[in-house]
């Protein structure tokens, strides 16, 4: 943080860990206020709704299913409704697949060293390697960018959709998409199968305990591996202060100043909230 002597007076406005002023019952992760509750019928309801999203929320780490099964319908009846955007995806389509049989054609002919027929993005690292410009691999992950490119042109520029939504469809089929990329396959993934003849399969085994080891840790509800390193008041969170004010929704953290003189007027910090 920039500045001379404001850390004496800062205020943190920071989600809650207590129940604040406002009477709580626990469902599941969530809080439920009190008020407004009349009947022991409406608790139950309440807790029950409360029970069932805050299991639904821990299923899809945080994210609405509703909002993005809504902007995929945004996204989907506009296309239907658009002649003009089907005959331009079809015809990147096509673009797309002659692309990729002439590049198929040219490998043939040289041995597997003709010039790409689609670039990675400067940011994705994933085919960097040499070993993917040798066959059968330099195909696969050829083939893949240009499914990416297709489907980011299919989910972008359709009249009528939201730009929001559109912003919704476009991340959500491009992570998708890379969920089936071939750098996440053993068998697609040259660099991988050099590791594994090299260790005899240990990065296997020891990729293997990692993975069993994050779902013990996510079923469980510990903490990720490394987070025993960080403990509040010690490693993190060590700046001495107090709770001003708190409620259902927020604690308000008021630290002690490191200096004599602090300026007349608090800085107040939000952090980040992801909800």
């Known amino acids: 943080m920039t500045g001379h002597t404001h850390t004496g007076r800062q205020k943190n406005a920071s989600p809650a860990t207590g ?6 019952i626990k469902a599941g992760t969530a809080d ?21 999203n805050a299991s639904i929320a821990r299923m899809t780490g945080g994210i609405s299913p509703v909002s993005i ?13 658009a002649p003009g955007h089907h005959a331009q995806i079809l015809r990147e389509g096509a673009d797309n697949c002659w692309r990729l049989f002439d590049y198929a054609s040219q490998c ?21 390697d040499p070993s993917w410009q040798t066959f059968p691999f330099n195909f696969v992950h050829q ?38 990329c071939p750098a996440n396959f053993l068998a ?42 960080f403990v509040p008041g010690k490693d993190v969170a060590t700046r001495k202060g107090k709770v001003v004010f708190k409620n259902a929704l927020m604690e308000l953290i008021q630290y002690e100043p490191t200096t004599k003189k602090v300026h007349a007027e608090p800085i107040l910090i939000t952090p980040a909230w992801i909800m």
């Open 108 to 128: 043939a002919a040289t041995g597997g060293k003709a010039r790409s027929c689609v670039e990675p993005a400067p940011n994705d690292r994933r085919f960097k």
């Open 143 to 180: 083939a893949f960018l240009l499914q990416q490119d297709w489907w980011h042109q299919a989910t972008i520029g359709v009249p009528g959709v939201t730009h929001q939504n559109e912003r919704m469809v476009e991340f959500y089929s491009r992570q998708w998409l890379d969920t089936v």
């Open 188 to 229: 697609t993934n040259p660099e991988i199968i050099q590791r594994t003849l090299s260790t005899g399969g240990g990065n296997l085994l020891s990729g293997g305990m990692h993975f069993f080891d994050d779902m013990r840790r996510a079923f469980s509800d510990a903490p990720p591996t490394g987070a025993e390193a």
């Open 19 to 24: 129940s604040g002023r406002t009477a709580h």
């Open 69 to 81: 099964i809504e902007a995929y319908l945004d996204w989907l009846f506009h296309l239907a409704l």
């Open 32 to 52: 439920l206020p009190l008020s407004g509750l009349s009947s022991g019928e409406g608790l139950s309801r309440a807790v029950a709704d409360s029970a069932l």
